[in-house]
Every structure is written in structure tokens, then in C-alpha cells.
């Protein structure tokens, strides 16, 4: 049968408990700001890429059609 747990090791166990949990909340906290940094920088890197995309559409668009090739130009 296990022994029980005296009050001053139950105090000594919630004390741990609540540095853990205190631990975990201030790691938490920066990780949820991690995340909102990267959201926010793969927001702007997508914005940035539709307006490269577009810029390149609009000089494809610009481009004169292709001339057919033949065989006298090959």
C-alpha cells in the first residue's frame, strides 16, 4: 500500500505545480505572439507576391505575340 502524503509534501507538490503552470503560461504567452508575428509576416509575403504576380502578368500581356516558328528559322 502506498504512504500517504503528508500536508507539507501536498504543499510542496502544489507549489511545483503552480511554478509549472505559471512556467507554461509565460511560455504560452510568447509562442501565441510567435504566431501572430508569422501571421502577420506570411500576410504581408502573400500581398507581396499577388502584386509580383500581377506586375508580371501585366508585362506578359505587353509582350509581342511570339512569331511562328519554321523550318528556315530553326
Excluded: C, W, Y
Amino acid at each position: 500500500m502506498a504512504t500517504p502524503f503528508t500536508t507539507d509534501q501536498i504543499a510542496e507538490r502544489v507549489e511545483r505545480l503552480l511554478l509549472r503552470h505559471a512556467e507554461l503560461q509565460r511560455t504560452n504567452a510568447l509562442l501565441t505572439g510567435q504566431v501572430a508575428a508569422l501571421t502577420h509576416e506570411r500576410d504581408s509575403l502573400k500581398s507581396r507576391l499577388s502584386a509580383a504576380r500581377a506586375r508580371v502578368d501585366a508585362l506578359l500581356e505587353r509582350l509581342p505575340p511570339a512569331a511562328p516558328i519554321t523550318k528556315e528559322s530553326a
